[in-house]
């Protein structure tokens, strides 16, 4: 118990209830670095599972992975306008490459030293668009190199002033995508067919409801044609954006001269697209699906989705049990699962539970001395309630069980965020949601970015998506919410991360 209530309540304050989660389920820590953390095991775990499923649905899409170069030329940033702008007060530099002793103390001992100081900075890699297209430039000359298909796995940096554990950190982990095609409708296909595979990721994996559609203006990509995201609604009812493709159209095709012969002979600019996840998931995961005894993790995603926790008073009924839970253990990985004995000798049963729950394991198997004597295990699920079960025809109960699991966490999840949507929504009921509960608000919007700012000034809401059909209104919206003129499209406006 002393274990769990060093999680502050949900209720109480969401952000430290975040961090506490977080911290007793041992994702991440703090580093020495101001802004950067460390993902420990059990969080990198997650990442390594995400990555997986993720790269096997990017193979199967026919995209391969590559790896280019942490430093990107500072003149390549400047090359796309609209590029440079957007990141030009988050990158970092690197402007020299050595340092020298100065004979003075403490951390002042060293300095750059000047005579190695590059002709050039390199920037410090905060996506990768340019060093990637002046690449492209190379590898396409005919369209029969097309289309190019490439992904990178990889870390970025942005100086972020203001970070969080997993949501926002100054170095992050992820994975861009980047494609050239011989038109534009070919690009398009493929920035929507990417956000179909975040959708179904953050779906049947992460367990997360989403909703898709594309940004405005204001909120898109420096130097795209069109964003498209998917977006998620967490417990405090605020938006998180859990990744975005892009249609880039020509913008880099054209300032890193990539073109390509057509069949007919003459030069083309080819069409791009750009696309990415981040280490940012794992905090969607946490704030999806959490409670206040810890993380809860779909099995899925789970670094181990059964623990096996062994009960005894003496030295016989220890041999009987962990006999048994070793059996048990054996039983279930050899049918899939990922399964641990916790056969501690120094740790309470009690204590082991507090644990593993906060650790956010979906189930845990109990055996004591009468469970062996019946040839059952005594399951408690994460999510709440225990059972007896059979030891005969375990692994199948197990995996329905997990299964189960699985489904109930995004039906919960789903029924949650329908519950905090409004749609049609009136200006002064729009004002009262965002200072009430929050959540998402669909209603007309008149498409100008002077009215779009206004509402993000008055009530820190942005406009999350322009939703795809699937999730717009049944009644298109007539006029916008906000000012009254003409509605060009639905908006879902939240406030968000």
């Not at 460390?38 to 993720?54: D, F, K, N, S, T």
């Not at 972020?160 to 995508?177: D, K």
């Not at 004002?431 to 008149?446: N, S």
């Amino acid at each position: 118990m002393a274990q769990a209530q060093k999680i502050t309540p949900r209720a109480k304050d969401y952000s430290e209830w975040y961090n506490d989660v977080v911290m007793q389920a041992e994702l991440a820590d703090y580093s020495p670095v101001r802004g950067c953390m460390v993902i420990r095991p059990h969080g990198y775990r997650i990442w390594e599972l995400m990555q997986r499923a993720l790269d096997d649905m990017f193979k199967s899409t026919g995209h391969q992975n590559a790896y280019f170069p942490l430093f990107i030329p500072m003149s390549f940033l400047a090359k796309e306008a609209e590029h440079v702008e957007g990141f030009a007060k988050e990158v970092a530099l690197v402007t020299h490459t050595r340092l020298k002793a100065t004979g003075k103390a403490g951390a002042q001992s060293l300095m750059p030293d000047p005579e190695s100081a590059l002709e050039e900075p390199l920037v410090v890699r905060p996506t990768s668009e340019t060093i990637i297209y002046a690449m492209f430039a190379k590898w396409i000359q005919s369209y029969r190199d097309l289309p190019l298909l490439m992904n990178q796995w990889c870390n970025i940096v942005r100086w972020e002033l203001r970070t969080r554990l997993f949501l926002r950190t100054t170095e992050f982990l992820w994975q861009e995508g980047h494609t050239a095609h011989a038109t534009e409708g070919e690009a398009e296909a493929e920035a929507r067919q990417m956000l179909g595979v975040y959708r179904k990721f953050q779906e049947d994996w992460m367990a997360m409801p989403v909703i898709t559609g594309r940004k405005t203006d204001s909120e898109k990509f420096a130097g795209a044609l069109r964003t498209y995201a998917v977006e998620a609604l967490m417990q405090d009812n605020k938006a998180l954006q859990a990744g975005t493709s892009h249609n880039l159209g020509q913008n880099f095709a054209k300032a890193f001269t990539v073109q390509y012969q057509t069949a007919a002979g003459g030069l083309e600019y080819v069409w791009n697209t750009s696309w990415g996840v981040t280490t940012r998931m794992i905090g969607g995961l946490v704030m999806t699906h959490s409670d206040d005894n810890g993380l809860v993790c779909p099995p899925k995603l789970a670094p181990v989705q059964v623990v096996i926790v062994p009960i005894w008073k003496s030295e016989e009924e220890k041999s009987q049990v962990l006999g048994v839970g070793a059996t048990v253990k054996d039983e279930l990985a050899k049918a899939g699962s990922r399964v641990e004995l916790d056969a501690r000798d120094s740790v309470k049963p009690g204590a082991k539970y507090f644990e593993w729950e906060a650790k956010g394991v979906p189930l845990r198997l109990e055996i004591g001395p009468r469970d062996v004597a019946a040839g059952q295990v005594m399951t408690a699920r994460r999510t709440g309630g225990k059972a007896p079960v059979k030891l005969a025809g375990l692994s199948t109960t197990v995996a329905t069980a997990l299964d189960e699991i699985q489904a109930g966490l995004f039906r919960t999840a789903k029924e949650r965020r329908e519950a905090h949507s409004i749609r049609g929504v009136t200006k002064q009921q729009f004002i009262d949601f965002m200072k009430g509960a929050g959540g998402f608000a669909y209603g007309g919007f008149c498409g100008s970015p002077d009215c779009e700012a206004e509402i993000k000034q008055q009530t820190g809401a942005t406009v999350r998506v322009l939703p795809d059909p699937e999730f717009r209104s049944a009644e298109a919206p007539k006029t916008c919410m906000w000012c009254g003129k003409p509605s060009v499209a639905e908006a879902v406006w939240a406030q968000a991360y």
